[in-house]
């Protein structure tokens, strides 16, 4: 190993890195030498690093379930001429999921309900989005979602339906 036997002093500074005086070598040696200290001291540089670890953990919360408790049934609804008739109806849901989780549910602002000859009914949903929590003891929390619907002597007469998708997500 002669070319690191002309390497005279090796200087470290407080952050643990090294300088090196070469001395009385041509600068194409002085290049070679400097380039193996450098080397070597890589592998040595290693030892300023630091290492840590942080703990990973994840909670699944269960599926939550949305299921009709009570059909909206607006019952019987009566055309008159000349004028209109308002009514509004409540339906109700339940939910179930993880045991004290909040809960975000939103309702659709309409409901189109499919009649006789490709007739429609638009029912207007008056229940606002909400923010809730399930409860702590069983999981499980009640809703209710209420309707209007207009007809007039325009409307066809006929049974219709429809479908009122809610959406519940956890917060």
């Given at each position: 190993?002669?070319?690191?036997?002309?390497?005279?002093?090796?200087?470290?500074?407080?952050?643990?890195?090294?300088?090196?005086?070469?001395?009385?070598?041509?600068?194409?040696?002085?290049?070679?030498?400097?380039?193996?200290?450098?080397?070597?001291?890589?592998?040595?540089?290693?030892?300023?690093a630091a290492?840590?670890?942080?703990?990973?953990?994840?909670?699944?919360?269960?599926?939550?379930?949305?299921?009709?408790?009570?059909?909206?049934?607006?019952?019987?609804?009566?055309?008159?001429?000349?004028?209109s008739s308002?009514?509004?109806?409540?339906?109700?849901?339940?939910?179930?999921?993880?045991?004290?989780?909040?809960?975000?549910?939103?309702?659709?602002?309409?409901?189109?309900?499919?009649?006789?000859?490709?007739?429609?009914?638009?029912?207007?949903?008056?229940?606002?989005?909400?923010?809730?929590?399930?409860?702590?003891?069983?999981?499980?929390?009640?809703?209710?979602?209420?309707?209007?619907?207009?007809?007039?002597?325009?409307?066809?007469?006929?049974?219709?339906?429809?479908?009122?998708?809610?959406?519940?997500?956890?917060?």
């Open positions: 190993m002669y070319y690191f036997e002309k390497i005279s002093k090796i200087i470290t500074n407080s952050l643990g890195r090294a300088s090196f005086i070469i001395t009385g070598e041509p600068p194409c040696k002085k290049s070679a030498i400097l380039t193996a200290a450098l080397i070597t001291l890589g592998a040595s540089y290693s030892a300023f290492t840590g670890s942080v703990s990973v953990v994840a909670k699944v919360f269960q599926a939550l379930t949305v299921t009709q408790t009570q059909a909206m049934d607006f019952g019987n609804l009566y055309v008159t001429t000349g004028s308002t009514k509004q109806a409540t339906g109700s849901f339940g939910i179930t999921g993880e045991k004290g989780a909040s809960v975000s549910i939103d309702y659709p602002a309409t409901i189109t309900l499919a009649g006789p000859s490709s007739s429609t009914l638009n029912v207007t949903i008056q229940t606002s989005d909400e923010n809730d929590s399930l409860n702590p003891g069983n999981g499980r929390l009640t809703k209710n979602i209420v309707g209007e619907v207009t007809v007039d002597n325009s409307t066809t007469a006929g049974n219709y339906s429809g479908t009122a998708t809610v959406t519940v997500s956890y917060v």
